[in-house]
């Protein structure tokens, strides 16, 4: 079984602060991951496929880079809205999530 | 506009069955893998399962946790994807989320708003 290992598990931010997190594989995974946000009481939502591909509608301050075993998505502004839960999902041998990192306000 | 409408949830006792559906629309349900995902209370998430569609086969593939116990199935005419659970456990608690797969790259691009199974005596 693919392992996926995020980090941190919390970060403490404001708004206009550049964010970043990262998300290891236990074994290469090429580009097969993604990434979702959540928020309390609401399903996931995807924001990044193909490691660096954004979904249509996402707003361009989230990318994602990476390939291999080490992630990373980026926010370059924190905005209001993006206080929430993300999640790595890898997909290269069936499916396995990053156990999640909370972005709250510092 | 695509939809994915679970729906089943409910309370139950360890031992006991219970099947979830999911109802889509907006999309050619034929032609789509699909996966349950559930996630425990202040939990993460945890795939479940998958169904190719016929196309491809229908096969299901399971996490460990629930081979054995649980049986994706889908009856395309309707539209619907359905999650049997049998001999369920309080681990088993839940919101389930009925997942649309993306062809040819098996990323989930659609989730339904999910529904809570509650195993406890």
């Known amino acids: 079984d693919i392992q996926m290992t995020q980090s941190p598990s919390t970060l403490s931010a404001s708004v206009g602060d550049r964010v970043t997190i990262t998300c290891r594989a236990s074994?290469?995974?090429?580009?097969?991951l993604a990434w979702y946000q959540q928020k309390p009481g609401k399903a996931p939502k995807l924001l990044i496929y193909?490691?660096?591909s954004l979904e249509s509608g996402v707003p361009s301050r989230f990318s994602g880079s990476g390939s291999g075993t080490e992630f990373t998505l980026t926010i370059s502004s924190l905005q209001p809205d993006d206080f929430a839960t993300y999640y790595c999902?890898?997909?290269?041998?069936?499916?396995?999530f990053g156990q999640g990192t909370k972005v709250e306000i510092k | 506009e695509v939809q994915l409408v679970e729906s089943g949830g409910g309370l139950v006792k360890p031992g006991g069955s219970l099947r979830l559906s999911c109802a889509a629309s907006?999309?050619?349900?034929?032609?789509?893998?699909m996966s349950w995902v559930r996630q425990a209370p202040g939990k993460g998430l945890e795939w479940v399962g998958r169904?190719?569609?016929?196309?491809?086969?229908?096969?299901?593939d399971y996490a460990a946790p629930v081979k054995g116990r649980f049986t994706i199935s889908r009856d395309d005419s309707k539209n619907t994807l359905y999650l049997q659970m049998d001999s369920l456990k309080t681990e088993d608690t839940a919101v389930y989320y009925c997942?649309?797969?993306?062809?040819?790259?098996?990323?989930?691009?659609?989730w339904g708003q999910g529904t809570l199974v509650t195993v406890s005596s």
């Open positions: 999902q890898q997909y290269n041998n069936y499916w396995t």
């Open positions: 907006g999309f050619t349900f034929t032609n789509a893998w």
């Open positions: 997942t649309k797969g993306v062809v040819g790259d098996y990323y989930f691009d659609y």
């Open positions: 169904i190719k569609r016929n196309t491809d086969g229908g096969t299901t």
């Open positions: 074994q290469s995974i090429s580009r097969w």
């Open positions: 193909k490691a660096s």
